[in-house]
């Protein structure tokens, strides 16, 4: 009957083992899923990354268009008014004060835009920095 025990003992042994072996073996076949979804965030987070460097760099690409259109209402506000001094017509002055004024409102509505640029570059700067974090974790 003694050796009917240990038999018996060794086969609940056997099993626990077995029993721990299906364990290992379930936890391990799920590690490639798990792996797969860490990349994916992985890939996300990259992605938003990219994507608010992209829009800074638009952003700023906006900004530069918009300070070179500036310059050049600048430009053309000093020829005009550099020709106010040669105009001999009244009707060609007034024609003239009317384009100054024009392009001073231009020139006022785009440095406007150019703030409100200024702006949503330093929001998207928080945001790329808040991104970057997530972006080092996930890595």
Do not use: H, W
């Not at 009957?1 to 609940?12: A, H, K, T, W």
């Not at 100054?100 to 440095?111: A, F, G, P």
């Amino acid at each position: 009957m003694n050796i009917y025990v240990e038999c018996m003992e060794d086969l609940v042994t056997l099993q626990d083992i077995d029993s721990e072996i299906f364990r290992i073996e379930k936890e391990l076949s799920l590690i490639p899923d798990k792996i797969e979804g860490i990349n994916i965030e992985f890939e996300n987070a990259k992605n938003l990354f990219n994507e608010v460097r992209d829009k800074i760099k638009n952003t700023f690409s906006r900004k530069k268009d918009i300070e070179n259109r500036i310059m050049d209402i600048e430009e053309n506000i000093k020829k005009s008014q550099k020709e106010l001094n040669e105009v001999k017509s009244n009707d060609a002055f007034k024609a003239l004060m009317t384009q100054i004024e024009n392009l001073k409102k231009d020139k006022d509505n785009l440095e406007t835009e150019e703030l409100q640029i200024m702006e949503e570059i330093d929001a998207l700067n928080s945001e790329e920095k808040k991104i970057q974090i997530e972006y080092k974790k996930k890595e």
